[in-house]
């Protein structure tokens, strides 16, 4: 019985090994410097549910990304989809952006920032940074209040941003989401959009383009943003992974989070003061109850009043 239980464990030692080797094989393929690229594809994408056809690059080279910026560099508005996941080793990785797509028209960029993770983040290469980060340019989408704080700490860019679930337009209405907007505006019920997976190159080029879209028929029928509806960098501050940023980040967040703390206190005030008028509401509701009800004299005869009055004492 020994040898039986020794030679289990010695064949289920090199199993055991290979496991506990795994995480960290993952963590060195992230953090290693110079980590090569994904082959870089030019895709066609065919007409979908409304979508037009497109002309998308996905690339992780800079230089390729380089390039096609260079033809949007006198455009000013954009649709911005960023695709951010769970990292399989949580105790290194936590959520981090690994996708950013970036629409105008019918061409689209989807960059791929694997290649650029690393334990501590570092700022996103030069060409596409300055893109992003051109106070000149607008990008328009859904949910980019918290988009934008991950690219503010994460590669510490700051980009000049309209969340459609914050401020925007007034005819703009979310009920349905993002495709209930494009359906609704842009395909005008023809071809109603349908959503995919968004596992893949595809569906996440067509995502930003829906975010452009929609953008581009409020910019055309409703007139121009208006400027208090840019996310500020308090809001920023507020959705941003604050635990996991730059070495040294190249933005002051000092006011910022002043900011953040003073409405973080405005908001605690307001809770309370909230919580005491409604106790106060409800003391002056029980107080007049109690004044509504029939005094004994009133409603009972005398010797009813007697025995109440020698119940009471």
Excluded at 23 to 39: F, I
Excluded at 207 to 232: K, N, Q, R
Excluded at 263 to 284: N, P
Aim: aromatic share 10%; with cysteine.
């Amino acid at each position: 019985r020994a040898r039986a239980c020794k030679g289990l464990a010695m064949s289920l030692l090199p199993r055991c090994l290979l496991l506990l080797a795994l995480p960290l094989a993952s963590l060195g393929a992230r953090v290693a410097e110079g980590s090569a690229p994904q082959k870089d594809l030019r895709l066609s994408l065919s007409s979908y549910y409304g979508v037009p056809s497109l002309d998308a690059l996905y690339t992780s080279s800079v230089e390729e990304a380089a390039t096609f910026l260079e033809e949007w560099s006198e455009e000013r508005e954009f649709g911005l989809y960023i695709r951010v996941v769970h990292s399989d080793n949580k105790a290194f990785f936590p959520v981090r952006v690994v996708l950013l797509a970036i629409c105008r028209g019918t061409r689209v960029l989807v960059f791929d920032l694997r290649p650029f993770l690393r334990v501590v983040p570092t700022p996103l290469p030069e060409p596409l940074a300055a893109f992003l980060g051109d106070s000149r340019r607008t990008f328009f989408g859904m949910d980019l209040k918290r988009s934008g704080g991950r690219l503010a700490f994460e590669f510490d860019t700051v980009v000049r941003c309209v969340d459609f679930n914050i401020r925007a337009w007034r005819d703009l209405r979310l009920g349905g989401g993002l495709y209930s907007l494009f359906n609704r505006f842009v395909s005008l019920g023809i071809d109603l959009w349908r959503p995919d997976s968004l596992d893949t190159l595809s569906s996440q080029a067509r995502h930003a383009y829906l975010h452009w879209s929609v953008a581009h028929y409020f910019l055309m029928f409703s007139g121009p943003i208006e400027e208090d509806w840019v996310i500020t960098k308090r809001e920023l501050f507020e959705a941003g992974p604050v635990y996991l940023r730059v070495a040294e980040p190249q933005h002051d967040w000092t006011k910022a989070r002043e900011e953040w703390m003073q409405r973080k206190q405005e908001r605690a005030a307001l809770s309370i003061l909230r919580t005491l008028q409604a106790w106060r509401r409800r003391e002056h509701q029980d107080e007049e109850e109690v004044e509504e009800e029939p005094l004994a004299s009133e409603e009972a005869g005398g010797d009813e009043v007697a025995a109440a009055s020698a119940t009471a004492s």
